[in-house]
């Protein structure tokens, strides 16, 4: 189930695509202005958002740390955990579902980066100072055992590291420099490793912790002009980091597996319509309706698959890379209308596509949706003898 939250002038909103569709009109978590959210999901499919609300105070501008549950039935009960000071233009909260019960992370005066825990239903929260130093751009995460990891900046820009691991005192390691402009990212794979991506004036920057201390590691020069990266890790070494590119406004994603470096992947440009299908005599005929197809190298092994029109048909798709792929097919190469997708998955798997029958006969065309100028071929729906 997708879980996804966000602001609006008037407050903070939240929808789920739990019965089949995101709804038409999403629910209200909280009135207000609010900002730096962070969104989890306990085991029971529960949602939790974490927000920071501006008060005017005795002392001065300040702020609330706030935490939203849901009921399950559309309703949400919004209790307050902490004060701090008035939330900075790199606001950031995190709330991490941790073993040893929920952990809510945020940045006061700048300059500090404070945890509250509770521990159990009904007991109260417990601050602790976790770094003097740091105190925007708070992000985090958990990692497979179910320790919180937290990634965040100081005032000069630095970016830092802290994690709690087992029982033992949370531990600040630094991670890299020249941070400005956005919150940090950071994710932990499920071998251990920590993944962190922040926004420098040269663009995107990127470390990680592989060989013992976090080191930099150079990135695509796509990513000059990203902004607000967000990193994730996946099976197999890979990592993603999905940025909007302040030049042309795209969304974009990089990926880095064991088996190349980091690779810049832009949003597919629209064709604006037309395109038509493939002409000319069909490069292939259907043998049957078990169809097969194979990707390795960022290609596909065959640029022609066969369908019988009217049968029921599958696609037998082996990624063998550890980047995401699918086989998409749609009508023609201006890639507007779909006649089946479902979505990209990171290798090596291989997943057997059901798609429905197509009735009528033609030649169409099929891509990988996140390598649509590379990875594409012609699909051909013929009516076979016999």
Known sequence: VHHVAWTTPD???????????????????????????????????????????????????ASLVRLATSDGEGAWSVETVAEASAPEELAGTAILLTSAGPIVAYGSDGETVMTIQRGGEGAPWVSETIDLDGGVGVSGTVDADGNPHLAYLTAAGDVKHAHALGTEPWEVSDVGSGATGSAASIAVDAEGIHHVAWQTDQ???????????????ELPASTA??????????????????????GDTEVQMAVRSEDEPLL????PEETGGGGGAPTGPPPCQPEGTELSISAQNLAFDTDCLAAPAGEPFTIEFNNQDTV????AIYTDE???????????????E???????PIEEEG????????????????FVVATTGG
């Open 11 to 61: 407050g903070v909103l939240y929808s789920s695509n739990a019965e089949g569709e995101f709804a038409e009109e999403p629910e209200v978590v909280a009135e207000g202005e609010a900002v730096g959210l962070s969104i989890a999901v306990d085991p029971d499919g529960v949602p939790m958002i974490t927000l920071q609300t501006s008060e005017d105070a005795a002392e001065g501008p």
């Open 225 to 246: 002009e990203g902004v607000r990266p967000r990193v994730g890790a996946g099976p197999e070494g890979a990592v993603y980091l999905a940025f909007r590119d302040e």
């Open 334 to 348: 201006s890639a507007t209308e779909v006649l089946f997708q479902e979505p990209p998955f990171p290798g090596p």
């Open 363 to 378: 030649n169409f065309f099929f891509r990988c949706d996140v390598h649509p100028t590379t990875m594409t071929g012609t």
């Open 324 to 327: 995401p792929h699918n086989v």
């Open 264 to 267: 810049a992947v832009p949003t």
């Open 203 to 217: 663009g995107l920057a990127y470390a990680t912790n592989a060989e013992g201390d976090f080191a930099e590691e």
């Open 350 to 356: 291989t997943v057997t596509y059901e798609p429905d």
